[in-house]
């Protein structure tokens, strides 16, 4: 089950690259990320903000998956393993939902409104098996 996760986790990265170029092609020259108190940014700070991020957030859960799963079995471990690709999920709909925030002449933003709330179900969902996998266990 520890293969599979790490293939869920370089698709979710291959995932997220194909993305975030796609949004990248097609954004304005300026970008609102839809922040209060944020301006709009340029398209390539954006885009470096991004990656730049999307890095940080993946060597942080890969340490804490490291440092926290090593004594478990090989189940807990993998489950513990597969936040690497909800959060990448997460932040993959997020650049998706930016990219159609930014578009609102093509497609319209309030007909992909669900991907913000996506993220978040998938890491309830995934907490909730987290629990129920640790009281399965006892």
């Known amino acids: 089950m520890i293969k599979a996760v790490k293939v869920l986790n370089t698709l ?6 194909v993305i975030l170029l796609l949004v990248y ?7 609102d990320v839809n922040v209060e108190g944020l301006k709009d940014i340029h398209k390539q700070t954006f885009f470096y903000y991004i990656v730049g991020g999307f890095v940080v957030v993946n060597i942080i859960l890969r340490l804490i998956r490291s440092l926290g799963a090593k004594h478990l ?9 597969a936040i690497i ?3 990448n ?4 709909l997020l650049v ?18 669900y991907l913000n709330y996506l993220g978040p179900v998938f890491i309830a969902i995934w907490v909730i098996g987290l629990i129920f996998l640790f009281l399965k266990k006892k």
């Open 12 to 17: 979710s990265i291959i995932f997220f690259m």
């Open 25 to 31: 092609a097609y954004l304005p020259i300026m970008v």
């Open 73 to 81: 079995p090989n189940e807990p471990q993998a489950w513990l393993s």
């Open 85 to 87: 690709f909800v959060i």
């Open 89 to 92: 999920f997460n932040i993959t």
């Open 96 to 113: 998706g939902f930016i990219g159609v925030w930014n578009n609102p002449a093509h497609i319209d933003p309030s007909s992909y409104a």
